[in-house]
Antibody, heavy 120, light 112 residues
Framework: EVQLVESGGGLVKPGGSLRLSCAAS????????MSWVRQAPGKGLECVGR??????????DYAAPVKGRFTISRDDSKDTLFLQMNSLTTEDTAVYYC???????????WGQGILVTVSS | QSALTQPASVSGSPGQSITISCTGT?????????VSWYQQHPGKAPKLIIY???NRPSGVSNRFSGSKSGNTASLTISGLQADDEADYYC????????????FGGGTKLTVL
């Protein structure tokens, strides 16, 4: 059974940093494409970034609003995905979901989500 | 403003069928058969219910079906049940996006 469990969320001040983790199990993590999708309160879904699997070079791509501030990485030895978020603004307040992204355009498994609140 | 356009809300009575539309452009919905649909109950994570326009993942009820015509994709739910009340989002492969994917703004389904 595929499981994705996010951790590391919380309250942070504008300009601050936060690192989210996603522990994966139930599938071959090292070759899996993984994405972070966020949902601001009462709003829709937005993919903020993706990391390809080891076999595809492990490269990353980011949405324009977070490029240069967010970094996605992975530790394949621990089946864990990370999202490093820097220079946070109130616009980054959202529930962040870790997802599998096998095709690059469809998210088939989702974590339970973790809330990130950016507020002074 | 979302890249794909969905109605804000739809409603139906138990047992009825409803359809939710998702309108894009030739650069996304109209150009590729890579439309997905997600169901999200309040406070829960989204769940993939349709991929590649009309395919259902294992375990998803056959009451859910997808189709596409031109730049508009549609999700039809037949035999409405109370548990179908949720938000529904479409997404599509999109050459206009740096991440090759865009979402719709979501549709709130109310079962009367």
């Amino acid at each position: 059974e595929v499981q994705l469990v996010e951790s590391g969320g919380g309250l942070v001040k504008p300009g601050g940093s936060l690192r989210l983790s996603c522990a994966a199990s139930g599938f071959t993590f090292s070759n899996a494409w993984m994405s972070w999708v966020r949902q601001a309160p009462g709003k829709g879904l937005e993919c903020v970034g993706r990391i390809k699997g080891k076999n595809d070079g492990g490269t990353t791509d980011y949405a324009a609003p977070v490029k240069g501030r967010f970094t996605i990485s992975r530790d394949d030895s621990k089946d864990t995905l990370f999202l490093q978020m820097n220079s946070l603004t109130t616009e980054d307040t959202a529930v962040y979901y870790c997802t599998t992204d096998p095709t690059g355009y469809s998210f088939d498994y989702w974590g339970q989500g973790i809330l990130v609140t950016v507020s002074s | 403003q979302s890249a794909l356009t969905q109605p804000a809300s739809v409603s139906g009575s138990p047992g009825q069928s409803i359809t939710i539309s998702c309108t894009g452009t030739i650069s996304d919905v109209g150009g590729y058969n890579y439309v997905s649909w997600y169901q999200q109950h309040p406070g829960k994570a989204p769940k993939l219910i349709i991929y590649e326009v009309s395919n259902r993942p294992s375990g998803v009820s056959n009451r859910f079906s997808g189709s596409k015509s031109g730049n508009t994709a549609s999700l039809t739910i037949s035999g409405l049940q109370a548990d179908d009340e949720a938000d529904y989002y479409c997404s599509s492969y999109a050459t206009s996006s740096t991440l090759d994917v865009v979402f719709g703004g979501g549709t709130k389904l109310t079962v009367l």
